[in-house]
Every structure is written in structure tokens, then in C-alpha cells.
Nanobody, 124 residues
Framework: QVQLVESGGGLVQAGGSLRLSCAASGGTFNVYAVAWFRQAPGKEREFVAAISGSGGNTNYADSVKGRFTISRDNAKNTVYLQMNNLKPEDTAVYYC?????????????????WGQGTQVTVSS
């Protein structure tokens, strides 16, 4: 059983930056792909970015390419999401998720383990 805890959310002005962290426990971290998803009020959960267990593969939603960077430190059992040039439309609850494999990293139903989420609010 893997437990995931997100942190680093908050309130930031448009154009600003935040770094989210997803700390994992309870499993062999480097075998898990990890993804970030987000859900804004009244909208469906959407894929943001994913990284393979080794960190050798990454995948991004078109809406965040060039602004967000996903990375991981397997020695610390942590995945990061560096978010730069934030926009009001990035406002959402951000969730990290983990699972074995790298078949469809952009699909929420590929992930078995989920964190509780952290709120990111970008003001205009």
C-alpha cells in the first residue's frame, strides 16, 4: 500500500511560481510512475504531467508544456511539480497519483494510489 501526501500549494499572483511536492511512503518508490492531475470547481479532473519510475520518461498536458516541469528524487521518495508563469486558469486542487507501468500515463484510471490534494489559487 502506497500513501501519497501533497504539499506546496497556495495563493500566487499570475506570472508567479510554485513548487508542489508529492511524498510517498509504503512502497518501493522507484517502480512507480507518478502523475499530477488537477480539478477545478465544476470541471472534470484533468491530466497535468507524469514521470516514469526511473525519471527517464515524462509526459505533459499541452496546456502546461513549457511552464511546468515534473521531476523526482527517488532517494527522498518525492516527486515535484515546478510551476512557472502561472495563470488564473491553473487554479485547481492538484492531486498526485502513482501506479506501476507506463502504458497510458495521462489517464486517471491507470493510477491506483492517490493523495488528498493541495489547493493552488492563481489571482489575476
Amino acid at each position: 500500500q502506497v500513501q501519497l501526501v501533497e504539499s506546496g500549494g497556495g495563493l500566487v499572483q499570475a506570472g508567479g511560481s510554485l513548487r508542489l511536492s508529492c511524498a510517498a511512503s509504503g512502497g518501493t518508490f522507484n517502480v512507480y510512475a507518478v502523475a499530477w492531475f488537477r480539478q477545478a470547481p465544476g470541471k472534470e479532473r484533468e491530466f497535468v504531467a507524469a514521470i516514469s519510475g526511473s525519471g527517464g520518461n515524462t509526459n505533459y498536458a499541452d496546456s502546461v508544456k513549457g511552464r511546468f516541469t515534473i521531476s523526482r528524487d527517488n532517494a527522498k521518495n518525492t516527486v515535484y511539480l515546478q510551476m512557472n508563469n502561472l495563470k488564473p486558469e491553473d487554479t485547481a486542487v492538484y492531486y498526485c497519483a502513482a501506479n506501476f507501468g507506463w502504458l497510458r500515463p495521462y489517464k486517471a484510471d491507470e493510477y491506483r494510489y492517490w493523495g488528498q490534494g493541495t489547493q493552488v489559487t492563481v489571482s489575476s
